[in-house]
């Protein structure tokens, strides 16, 4: 502990310390300021406080928001809003600024009033020799033997007595030799602390589990203790910020946190006027508290929202549903959402014969409330069901400990309450007690439907075919009966045709104001963008291709063919093209919210994207990028993902534009080797700016940039402010390894951010732009990790941390092509 630090010092300065003492001793039985102890013959009155030795709580008389009572509290020292995180006399204020605290000649704790009533005492365990009251770096005020610096020896400490802050290194639980509990209670309002009734501790009924009380019913259950985190609180995963543990022996139960970078501060509050529990960080730039995480999350985490044996599936509606295999009880009050009786088997055990009944295997729960269980470490799941199996009022059996392969029996003997579904790799398998006939019939229910699912299937798949074998795509021009026929040669050689409608010069001329420098919206690799208004009154962007590019009827041809094809709502539409003499030009929707670059790294502008707007482009662009790489007819590869590629539409939704640069590939193949290598420094994977190797992976690469950029709101490239060349990613590494990431994250997002959401994205991130193709995950990964809230991998040291590489590249690239503010590299020879 702190403490053991805490002393040592003070050892240093014993001579000085005891001479300030005897001083003080001298004129009057009060502290001195700065000091964070009092002995016996002191007293803490009014207006003086301890401070601990570290600077980071203070100790004394306080009033909680607009109240005049005052209160002996713990609040921090170090930041500038008063946050009380312990109460002593919560129950008992006192009125006026006259109480004082001391040792009383028994060594307990006495909070007197002027009267010399005792208004709140602090009962010593034993005895000391000299009793002195410290209050430590950890916010934990002791009273302990001056000479005895053990923590297990302390006479009494705070952290015993939780009101209804968690903070790091306090136990939530208990201790089962002395029978002490250790629950965080809420305060009446912010401006009472007096105990509420909205509670959080460990209930040691059964299985252990963590839980929130709402009086005596139960309100939120965490769940058991699953070897990773609790079953019920997903939420609560590895991360970087901090550690967490669950002890659970002969002598005690408990829960507890660590900081893993000692300058963060961070605390677990319940809150009785949201009912809610709230994990905050301080941030020290903003000044104020964040909120990192809160539960209950969601009308699931209702404790046994839908009675016995019924699932609680968030996504669905109504909600509950009763497990497969089981029926309402009262079909009548669940049909009117009363599910409070929730289900019953269909077919009724038979137990007399256990040879008539097994296990129904789900995935994906929470698992069901412990109070009637019953657990061994070391038996396995084969023991685990056997043993089930003997006994009918085993209902159901799982593992107790999920790390791995699986380990442990976890076995219920009662009516399984409070289950719920997680999607995305949350969950667990439950094995559930019914007749082997209902398991038979449900297996073959499930043929019928895999046969008659194929049949659809197939039948979708003819159609599919058929209108895919007639080869016409056709869209319908507004302005023009004209059509374009493209031919495209497939791999297999076969002739593809292609319907786009074509529209005039003279009408884009028109729309375009003659190409005006106003209408100008930016400038890409091949060309030029101008806003255009049809005669109709419809916007449109209109993208004309450099005439000098020498490769611009390929790339054109490639871009109308690819985006012809293309429909997702995060890819931006193609409406038509132009092609008229040498000028060639493709006709686009228009995005009123012009480009992501134009928005995230403006300072004034991106304020507009706050987090649940970023976190919608970021899960937008993933959409859009697996729809590419994998969702589309033909794997594309876009190889020029940036933020300046990234429209918005009216909604500030995302969608992914300029395909020109992309390169197709037949069948399965994913990867390319190019002499051409396109794209731009900065978001160019190692492989494909140095040996031009591209694959769905270089892609990833560039979403991982993009995701960065968008978390921080800072350019990947031109980020060093220093002469290190260190680029945004290096920048994220150091953050990441330092466990200080959240530094990373735009401020300008303040409150709007989730912050355990944007980790998350950091953490993906860091994943995406992995050295090694083969570390990054897929796109696909990529979206379920966004929506999921399961275990991610570790990153390792991500590839380009400097933006040195570049200019190595640059001296051997043959042709670079400088547009906007950023370098399209358009030509560059593989070594
Ligand atoms: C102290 O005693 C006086 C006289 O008995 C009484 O009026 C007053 O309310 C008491 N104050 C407190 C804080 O108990
Ligand atoms: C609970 O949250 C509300 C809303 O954020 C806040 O006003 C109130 O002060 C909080 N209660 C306590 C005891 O902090
Ligand atoms: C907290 O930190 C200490 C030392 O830094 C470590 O020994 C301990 O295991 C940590 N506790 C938790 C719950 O991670
Ligand atoms: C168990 O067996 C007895 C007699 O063998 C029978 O009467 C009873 O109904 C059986 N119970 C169940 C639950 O099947
Ligand atoms: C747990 O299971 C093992 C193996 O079946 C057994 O030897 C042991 O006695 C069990 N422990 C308890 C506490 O029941
Ligand atoms: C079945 O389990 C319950 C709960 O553990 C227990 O009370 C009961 O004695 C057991 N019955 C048999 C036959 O072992
Ligand atoms: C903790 O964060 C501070 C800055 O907030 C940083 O200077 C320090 O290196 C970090 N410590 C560790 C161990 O990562």
Redesign the pocket.
């Known amino acids: 502990m702190d403490n053991q630090d805490n002393q040592s010092l003070k050892k240093n300065h014993l001579p000085l310390f005891l001479l300030l003492l005897s001083k003080i001793l001298l004129f009057s039985q009060h502290v001195s300021s700065e000091t964070d102890s009092i002995s016996m013959s002191q007293q803490l009155p009014e207006g003086k406080t301890l401070v601990s030795q570290g600077g980071s709580f203070e100790f004394g008389f306080f009033s909680?928001?607009s109240s005049e009572n005052r209160y002996l509290g713990i609040w921090y020292h170090n930041i500038p809003v008063r946050t009380a995180v312990w109460v002593a006399n919560r129950a008992n204020p006192v009125k006026e600024k006259s109480s004082m605290l001391h040792i009383n000649n028994e060594g307990n704790l006495d909070l007197v009033n002027q009267n010399g009533s005792v208004i709140w005492s602090a009962k010593s365990t034993k005895k000391a020799q000299s009793p002195i009251l410290q209050l430590l770096e950890s916010g934990n005020l002791v009273l302990r033997d001056e000479t005895d610096q053990d923590p297990e020896q302390f006479l009494w400490q705070s952290f015993d007595y939780p009101c209804?802050t968690l903070l790091p290194g306090m136990k939530l639980g208990w201790d089962l030799k002395t029978g002490l509990e250790r629950r965080v209670t809420?305060?009446?309002?912010?401006d009472d602390?007096s105990p509420g009734d909205f509670s959080w501790g460990i209930s040691i009924l059964g299985v252990p589990q963590v839980m929130m009380w709402k009086g005596s019913d139960e309100f939120y259950r965490g769940g058991p203790w699953i070897g990773i985190g609790f079953s019920g609180a997903p939420e609560l995963k590895t991360n970087p910020l901090f550690e967490f543990k669950f002890v659970s022996n002969n002598d005690e139960v408990y829960y507890t946190f660590n900081l893993t970078n000692k300058s963060m501060i961070s605390r677990v509050?319940m809150?009785?006027?949201?009912l809610?529990r709230?994990r905050y960080i301080w941030i020290q730039d903003a000044k104020s508290w964040r909120l990192y995480a809160s539960v209950p999350r969601d009308n699931c985490d209702s404790y046994s929202l839908c009675g016995p044996n019924s699932n609680c599936i968030i996504a669905d509606s109504p909600v509950c549903q009763c497990l497969t295999g089981f029926e309402p009880k009262s079909q009548q009050s669940w049909d009117m959402m009363d599910w409070t009786q929730g289900c019953i088997l269909t077919d009724k055990l038979s137990c007399n014969d256990t040879s008539k009944d097994g296990f129904m295997k789900f995935s994906g729960l929470k698992y069901p409330d412990t109070s009637h269980s019953w657990v061994n470490q070391s038996m396995n799941l084969n023991q685990c069901r056997d043993e089930c199996l003997k006994n009918c009022s085993c209902k159901a059996y799982a593992n107790s400990d999920v790390r791995g392969e699986g380990s442990g029996c976890l076995m219920w003997f009662s009516e399984l309450q409070d289950i719920r579904q997680f999607s995305g790799g949350g969950g667990q398998d439950v094995y559930i007690r019914m007749k082997s006939s209902a398991i038979g019939r449900r297996g073959h229910n499930m043929n019928l439907a895999v046969i008659l699912i194929s049949l659809a299937s197939v039948i979708v798949v003819s159609l599919v075919l058929y209108f895919i074998g007639k080869r016409i795509i056709s869209l319908r021009a507004k302005n023009t009966e004209k059509k374009l026929l493209v031919e495209k040669h497939d791999d297999e050689g076969d002739k593809e045709d292609l319907e786009l409608p074509i529209f005039d010069l003279a009408t884009i001329v028109k729309a375009t104001g003659d190409f005006s420098f106003s209408n100008k919206l930016g400038e890409g690799g091949f060309g030029t963008v101008y806003m255009g208004t049809l005669a109709d009154g419809q916007e449109i962007a209109v993208k004309r291709l450099s005439r000098s590019s020498g490769q611009g009827l390929n790339e054109f041809k490639n871009e109308v063919i690819l985006i012809a094809k293309l429909q997702h709502r995060n890819l931006v539409k193609l409406l038509g093209c132009c092609i008229q003499g040498d000028e060639k030009m493709l006709v686009y929707e228009y995005m009123p919210n012009k480009s992501l670059d134009s928005i995230i790294f403006d300072h004034a502008k991106s304020k507009v994207l706050d987090w649940s707007k970023r976190f919608n482009i970021i899960c937008g662009v993933a959409r859009g990028l697996l729809y590419l790489h994998q969702d589309s007819r033909l794997r594309i590869i876009h190889r020029d993902l940036k933020a300046s590629n990234v429209l918005l539409d009216s909604e500030l939704s995302p969608k992914i534009s300029d395909f020109g640069m992309a390169k197709t590939c037949g069948g399965d193949q994913t990867e390319g080797n190019t002499n051409r290598v396109v794209g731009t420094y900065g978001y160019m994977a190692p492989e494909y700016a140095i040996h031009g190797l591209f694959s769905v992976k270089s892609d990833v690469f560039s979403y991982g940039v993009l995701l960065l950029e968008i978390v921080s709101g800072k350019k990947n490239r031109g980020f060093s402010q220093s002469k290190n060349y260190i680029n945004l990613i290096g920048h994220a590494w150091i953050l990441w390894k330092e466990n200080r990431p959240l530094e990373l994250i735009d401020p300008c997002m303040e409150n709007s951010c989730d912050l355990s959401e944007a980790l998350r994205c950091i953490h993906i991130s860091l994943l995406c732009v992995q050295q090694n193709p083969e570390d990054r995950p897929t796109m696909s990964n990529v979206v379920v990790m966004l929506g999921s809230e399961g275990p991610l991998p570790q990153p390792k040291e991500p590839a380009f941390l400097t933006e040195k590489y570049s200019f190595e590249v640059d001296s051997s690239s043959k042709q670079i092509s400088s547009s906007t503010n950023e370098i399209s590299v358009t030509m560059l020879e593989p070594r």
């Open positions: 909680p928001g209804d809420a305060w009446k309002n912010g602390p509050v809150n009785q006027t949201l809610t709230q």
